[in-house]
Structures are given as C-alpha cells and as structure tokens.
C-alpha cells in the first residue's frame, strides 16, 4: 500500500503500520532535525524536507492513503487556557483546504487529524478521544485503550511528563537539535495504536474492495 504521512513528525501514527500489511510510506516534514530522527526511526520510508500541503497538491495521485495532521496551535482550545500566553492569530484555514482537497480530488482513503478546535469545526468531524478525524470511510468507535501513565510529578512536572510521553511514544528526542520544544513535539504526537486500527480499517475496505472485484469479474 502506498502511503502518504504528511506533517510526520516522528511518525506517532506510523509506527506500527508494518504490522498491518506492506506499506510503502513518504513522510513529509518542514522540521529538518525531525526528519532526520523520522528517517532513523523508520529507514525504508522515504523522507521528504518539504511544505507537506503543496507537496499533497503536487503529487496526491501517486498514493493508496494519505494521512495528514496539519499544525494544530492556531486551533486549539489551549490558546485561552489561563497558563497558556499566545499571540492572537488567524486560524490557519490549511486544515480546511485539505480537507475540501481531498474530499473533491482524491479517489483513494484518507484522514485528516487535529485537536478539537476552540470554536464548532467548520466540517463536521468525527470525535475519536480528544482528536477529530475527517475521513472518507467510517472509524471504529474506539481507536485505543491505550492512556499516558503520567508517574510522579511531585518534583518536576515538565520533566516527569516529558519522559512519559516518551515512554508512552517509545521515542528518544535527546539528540534533536531543532527550534521546537521537545515537550510540545511530544504530546502532539498520534497514539501508535490509533494510527494502527485506523490502517486495519483502511486495508480492510480496500482488501474487501479487491476481493469483490475479483468475484464480479473472475
């Protein structure tokens, strides 16, 4: 299967696709250093250094199943959080164009995740946990059991967090070099079990697909 994982990161969503069927997968990241620690987490996919939503309107024919998890800040509810101090933003309406992109363009599956945004969703999602999933076939009304076990945070709340969610990811940010903070990088991060179920839904469609075409014209 051809996959297109735009916005990669490290690959949270991707990391146990290997397990679903034979993927074939090009990863699309801006961020330089998480390309490169994407490119050693997962050295057979291809990874691209690029603006992830021109390359999907460049080169979205070439793929079975595209994944995209545009940035989420200018989304989310967080933005009025009393702790949190943010600069006032536009909304980055790219969510939406890809969206309507692939809703008209694309003739294979895709999903398009973000954060439950702080104002009613201007495309009616699907709810999955604290995420929205915009897709082209139907998701399973659970994704995961898996939750971040948080330890003890009586010392140092940030640095306790951080290295849970790295536990919880199974990532190792020690040697990334970037702008980004790591904490960040990893509580925006995709549950690997999510992205799993929702590639075992994906294969399922197209293996059902395929088994009756097979049948109609065998």
């Known amino acids: ?68 998890s545009p940035p989420c800040p200018t989304h989310s509810k967080a933005r009025f959080a ?10 980055d309406m790219k969510l939406y164009q890809e969206i309507l992109f692939l809703q008209n363009y694309f003739k294979g599956k895709f999903v398009v995740e973000n954060v439950i945004p702080f104002y009613t969703p ?20 659970k994704l995961s059991d898996r939750r971040v076990n948080i330890g003890d945070k009586s010392t140092d709340v940030k640095n306790h967090e951080f290295k849970d969610l790295q536990d919880f990811h199974k990532i190792d940010l020690t040697t990334y070099k970037g702008t980004q903070r790591k904490d960040k990088i990893a509580r925006n991060l995709v549950d690997y079990e999510v992205g799993k179920t929702i590639l075992e839904t994906v294969f399922g469609i197209i293996k059902s697909k395929d088994v009756s075409q097979t049948s109609m014209f065998g």
């Not at 009393?82 to 909304?91: D, F, K």
Request: with cysteine.
């Open 122 to 141: 201007l495309i009616p999602a699907l709810k999955r946990g604290r995420h929205l999933y915009w897709t082209n076939f139907n998701l399973p009304n």
């Open 1 to 68: 299967m051809k996959i297109l994982n735009l916005y990669a990161c490290l690959g949270g969503n991707r990391y146990k696709w290997d397990e679903v069927t034979d993927v074939e997968v090009t990863a699309v990241e801006w961020d330089e250093e998480l390309a490169r620690l994407y490119q050693e987490r997962f050295p057979n996919d291809k990874v691209i250094v690029a603006d992830a939503h021109q390359y999907l309107l460049e080169h979205y024919k070439e793929f079975d199943f595209i994944w995209s």
């Open 82 to 91: 009393r702790h949190e101090s943010t600069e006032t933003q536009y909304p």
